[in-house]
């Protein structure tokens, strides 16, 4: 805006609108002098004479005339850009970058983030998934605010602290007779439909097939937790697969068969974010309702 001063403005205006400068300094609670002073320091930043005298009446010239026409469009942009400030103080607005794996995203952010609508309808949120690794290093290049990452995650600049517990599954197409607590060397025989490599979840569930003595040769790698139900489902292997993936309310009518694994297998969930991030009221608001999304953890971990 070429470094003008609202003030100054408002005082042409009120000089314009009551006909004298010592009218308008009766308005705006100043000195004659002060607002002959600030219309003089306008018309040198625009470079053109704005009042002209009619007799005893202050009246605007030519360019005081345009300037007076563009009043009520910056008197609106300024209401606008108050408001929406406002509206970011008051906790209400804002933008969030989140970044999390692709099953969190389906299964855990649609409540948490509906919640947070409702509590705060002026917040964008702008969802990234990707794997720990990636959410990792936009979280450390500031392309994302906050991430929902599994565990192992490390950064010397982060922030990261657990949140969820989510053992894994066995998940087997209708008809598949495992027993009432899966080992790896029950799924040695059988077709095994994986996450596709990369990622913390194949790379735990890949340990604990191997550590149970288990080859790990999957027939099928997917990227999508949805994918590899449908595949199973359709007959072409098992899979292990968090428990979030398989809600309790999820419809059992399709048959398919889901075990508890033995020894247990789980991955931890945790929050990353730059210990020197900026708090806003959206965010920090994201941020607490991240840390509550399970049970309290166990001590051991």
């Given at each position: 805006m070429r470094n003008l001063n609202l003030d100054h403005i408002e005082s042409f205006a009120a000089v314009i609108e009551l006909g004298s400068f010592s009218a308008a300094a009766e308005r705006l609670g100043l000195t004659q002098p002060a607002v002959s002073l600030q219309?003089?320091?306008?018309?040198?930043?625009?470079?053109?004479?704005?009042?002209?005298?009619?007799?005893?009446?202050?009246?605007?010239?030519?360019?005081?005339?345009?300037?007076?026409?563009?009043?009520?469009?910056?008197?609106?942009?300024?209401?606008?850009?108050?408001?929406a400030v406002a509206r970011h103080a008051g906790g209400t607005s804002g933008r969030v970058r989140l970044g999390t794996g692709a099953t969190a995203s389906i299964f855990l952010l649609p409540p948490v983030l509906g919640r947070l609508r409702r509590e705060h309808p002026g917040l964008e949120f702008i969802v990234t998934t990707g794997n720990t690794a990636d959410i990792v290093r936009a979280i450390e290049a500031d392309a994302v605010d906050i991430g929902l990452v599994t565990l192992p995650a490390a950064g010397r600049a982060l922030e990261i602290e657990p949140v969820l517990d989510d053992p894994f599954l066995a998940l087997?197409?209708?008809?598949?007779?495992?027993?009432?607590?899966?080992?790896?060397?029950?799924?040695?025989?059988?077709?095994?439909?994986?996450?596709?490599?990369?990622?913390?979840?194949?790379?735990?569930?890949?340990?604990?097939?191997?550590?149970?003595?288990?080859?790990?040769?999957?027939?099928?790698?997917?990227?999508?937790?949805?994918?590899?139900?449908?595949?199973v489902a359709a007959g072409l292997g098992v899979s292990v697969l968090p428990a979030?993936?398989?809600?309790?309310?999820?419809?059992?009518?399709?048959?398919?068969?889901?075990?508890?694994?033995?020894?247990?297998?789980g991955r931890r969930l945790a929050v990353a974010i730059r210990r020197d991030k900026r708090l806003p009221r959206g965010l920090r608001a994201t941020l607490e309702a991240l840390k509550t999304l399970g049970p309290p953890l166990s001590a051991d971990g």
């Open positions: 219309v003089r320091q306008l018309e040198r930043r625009l470079g053109a004479t704005l009042v002209e005298r009619a007799g005893r009446r202050a009246r605007p010239t030519p360019a005081g005339a345009e300037l007076l026409a563009h009043l009520p469009a910056l008197d609106a942009a300024v209401e606008t850009m108050a408001a087997a197409p209708p008809g598949t007779a495992l027993p009432a607590r899966v080992r790896a060397a029950d799924l040695a025989a059988l077709p095994l439909l994986l996450y596709e490599p990369g990622g913390n979840t194949r790379r735990l569930v890949d340990r604990w097939l191997a550590q149970g003595g288990a080859e790990v040769r999957p027939v099928m790698s997917l990227g999508s937790v949805e994918a590899i139900k449908a595949m979030m993936a398989l809600p309790a309310h999820e419809n059992r009518s399709d048959g398919l068969v889901i075990r508890p694994l033995s020894p247990p297998l």
